[in-house]
């Protein structure tokens, strides 16, 4: 069912609403727009793009770190249909060519330092239109004062997509999830749910926006809801716990790398956090020591669990329950159902693992030109996460690990979470990650890449002896390698691509 543009277009209700108001702020040069500015850039953006002629459904790519522009796009989205395809920047060309082929965006914006990355693509020089980023901004951020109408589209319907988020892509290229407008409305009102949200809130955004918690985590609820935030191109401890400060932040995403260096940081103890309610943390489960020390220091830990294509909020863990259910990822957010599988889709017995399916107004209903994932991912209206988890008798879930990150070792599924986070309590052991590894006799045994706090001292052998006992031997990993620290992703996990590349 087609609904009105009054649901849509969230800048211009709150530049009615609250026209003075900020609602973006730009950490690396102090730039900020109130939401009547926003809109009145929105408005602006969306007659160019018309007049260019791009209409619904038409695709803008962008690459380029975080920045204002990234939201006045944002707002002509909403207003005009077109569609926000964010890119990597971190990628390598060839990559990158891959995603303006699978994009096909009409428009290309590109910031002068990566200009050299899509030159290098011969995908782009199929685009038609091309602008940088510098030009761009100027040209949009000059017009904040002035009046611009736009006659907002009335016929965007729930299943129009808005964003085109490509995943991480941990086997082959990524798949490019459809993230529409009623998984856009109805995230919000989950996270609203969920953490309170209200006009009054503030946060700082260190995420990088070709990544779903860049825009849907905090930003676009934000956005929804008349609050305001402040972007950081990139995240720095010292400068995150200042801006907590001086910004009044009331809330924080981040995840466990970046916490761990908060609180290494000289400022830690120094700082005023006394607005904050609480940190949000995802990717990792935190050890309680970590969630000890930031409680001690008055700030509350809420962890959850999330993935581009479902949300990205799925479930919540309120700081209240992180000590009793250390390990946890939470319950099930508002809006969305819930169901614990076997191999077969057929329910477990609760406390079994087994692999997380969800459904709900917030599942993307798929990927850009990729039939075959979208047939292995979304089965009978239900999205297969691909997580294998159990769920406690108070309806809290635990992830055990990725389906995809099991091996199968003389027959018996190892996952490699559980041997990890024994490995972890070790006193000299910072990190742990593990693999499967071929064997000509078991078929597959574990790997372990192990990061030693400093000036720790640990053998091969004695991780391998603290693990006998404690361990079923299958689980126990034949290799030990030791690293300076482990390679992550993007969004601070571990990289376990570059780890098994490296074999």
Not at 287 to 304: A, F
Not at 438 to 453: H, N, Q, T
Request: net charge negative.
């Amino acid at each position: 069912m087609t609904t009105t543009h009054t649901h849509r277009d969230w800048i211009g209700k709150w530049a009615l609403y609250a026209a003075n108001k900020p609602s973006v702020k730009e950490y690396e040069t102090g730039r900020s727009l109130t939401y009547r500015e926003l809109n009145t850039l929105g408005n602006h953006v969306a007659q160019m793009l018309t007049d260019k002629g791009l209409r619904k459904g038409d695709r803008v790519a962008v690459l380029a770190e975080s920045c204002l522009e990234y939201f006045v796009l944002f707002a002509a989205a909403q207003k005009t249909g077109i569609v926000l395809a964010p890119l990597n920047y971190r990628l390598s060309a060839r990559e990158i060519d891959f995603l303006l082929s699978d994009s096909a965006p009409s428009l290309v914006i590109t910031q002068s330092k990566f200009q050299p990355l899509v030159e290098a693509c011969a995908h782009y020089q199929d685009v038609a239109h091309k602008l940088s980023m510098e030009a761009f901004a100027q040209d949009v951020y000059s017009r904040r004062e002035s009046v611009y109408a736009f006659p907002a589209l009335t016929d965007i319907a729930d299943d129009d997509p808005i964003f085109i988020l490509y995943t991480s892509g941990t086997t082959g290229f990524p798949k490019g999830a459809l993230y529409t407008h009623g998984m856009l409305f109805w995230n919000s009102i989950n996270t609203h749910l969920r953490l309170d949200i209200t006009s009054q809130d503030s946060s700082i955004i260190c995420t990088p926006p070709f990544h779903t918690g860049g825009w849907n985590v905090i930003p676009t609820p934000f956005l929804h809801h008349g609050a305001t935030f402040t972007i950081m191109q990139k995240f720095d401890a010292d400068a995150v716990l200042t801006l907590l400060e001086s910004e009044k932040a009331t809330m924080f995403m981040a995840v466990p790398t970046m916490i761990q260096m908060m609180k290494e940081s000289p400022r830690f103890h120094s700082v005023d956090l006394s607005s904050v309610r609480y940190f949000i943390i995802g990717g990792e489960p935190l050890p309680l020591p970590v969630i000890t020390e930031w409680q001690e220091r008055g700030i509350p830990i809420r962890q959850g669990f999330g993935m581009t294509e479902v949300g990205p909020s799925v479930t919540s863990l309120h700081q209240n329950d992180s000590a009793r259910k250390i390990g946890s990822i939470g319950t099930l957010n508002f809006y969305l159902e819930a169901r614990v599988v076997d191999d077969n889709g057929n329910d477990v017995p609760q406390g079994e693992e087994g692999e997380l399916i969800l459904r709900g107004a917030v599942v993307t209903p798929g990927y850009r030109n990729n039939p075959k994932a979208m047939a292995e991912t979304i089965k009978d209206g239900w999205f297969y996460t691909g997580d294998i988890v159990r769920q406690d008798s108070e309806g809290y879930f635990y992830v055990v690990d990725r389906k995809k990150n099991m091996y199968i070792s003389g027959g018996e599924n190892v996952y490699p979470a559980e041997v990890e986070k024994f490995i972890s309590t070790h006193e000299s052991v910072q990190e742990v990650a593990i693999i499967g590894v071929p064997d000509e006799k078991w078929g597959e045994v574990g790997k372990a890449f192990v990061a030693l706090k400093a000036a720790s001292v640990l053998t091969a052998e004695e991780v391998l002896q603290y693990c006998t006992g404690n361990l079923a031997k299958y689980k126990i990993p034949k290799y030990v390698e030791f690293l300076p620290e482990l390679p992550k992703s993007d969004t601070g996990k571990i990289d376990r691509k570059r780890l098994k590349q490296g074999q």
